[in-house]
């Protein structure tokens, strides 16, 4: 299954609302999760089964949708929110990622 | 608290082989499935293998080169990577489950 993310990157403010979405070249009913990373770090897990938000996450992140089409979306950007996000399908094996949206500042 | 230590990373030349091993704890580690995911210098992230209950799976740039196992009662984690090339160059991270917890990664260079 191929996970086509959009968009590659984004420049936005502090309390904007941004809004990033996965494309999956077949149905994956709700199996998909998303991540934050930051330079140098490994990935974290804010979402999985579309919507439901990992303990912690902070109440801005959001996820929606089902089938083919997710969306995350972060409510009120906060300056600790500037990363690189990925989706990830696991549905099918073997699982695949997103190319990942580069969340940088205007 | 949940733990993944990788280790074994390295500098290899291609054609080589290397093992890579990640340590678990603070969970039931029979319990989970585990995966690789691996992530090429300035690029994202490719999940390279998974092993379940059911069986492995592999993505299919490494599939007939690189070998996932497990020893439940060490709680550890293994990737068996031969026939190395300068693409597989990247951190090496384990995984617990859907990728819930992640390890802090090893480095694997392909380079002669």
């Known amino acids: 299954i191929q996970m086509t993310q959009s968009p590659s990157a984004l420049s936005a403010s502090v309390g904007d609302r941004v809004t990033i979405t996965c494309r999956a070249s077949?149905?994956?009913?709700?199996?998909l999760g998303w991540f934050q990373q930051k330079p140098g770090k490994a990935p974290k897990r804010l979402i999985h089964?579309?919507?439901t938000l990992q303990s912690g996450v902070p109440s801005r992140f959001s996820g929606s949708g089902s089938g083919t089409e997710f969306t995350l979306t972060i409510s009120s950007l906060q300056p600790e929110d500037f990363a690189t996000y990925y989706c990830?399908?696991?549905?099918?094996?073997?699982?695949?990622f997103g190319q990942g949206t580069k969340v940088e500042m205007k | 608290e949940v733990q993944l230590v990788e280790s074994g990373g390295g500098l290899v030349q291609p054609g080589g082989s290397l093992r890579l091993s990640c340590a678990a704890s603070?969970?039931?580690?029979?319990?989970?499935?585990m995966t690789w995911v691996r992530q090429s210098p300035g690029e994202g992230l490719q999940l390279v293998s998974t092993?379940?209950?059911?069986?492995?799976y592999y993505a299919d740039s490494v599939k007939g080169r690189f070998t996932i196992s497990r020893d439940d009662s060490k709680n550890t984690l293994y990737l068996q990577m031969n026939s190395l090339r300068a693409e597989d160059t990247a951190i090496y991270y384990c995984?617990?489950?859907?990728?819930?917890?992640w390890g802090q990664g090893t480095l694997v260079t392909v380079s002669s």
């Open positions: 995984a617990r489950g859907w990728c819930a917890d």
């Open positions: 092993i379940t209950g059911g069986g492995t």
């Open positions: 077949q149905g994956i009913t709700n199996d």
């Open positions: 603070g969970f039931t580690f029979s319990n989970f499935d």
């Open positions: 990830l399908q696991y549905n099918n094996y073997p699982w695949t």
């Open positions: 089964e579309t919507s």
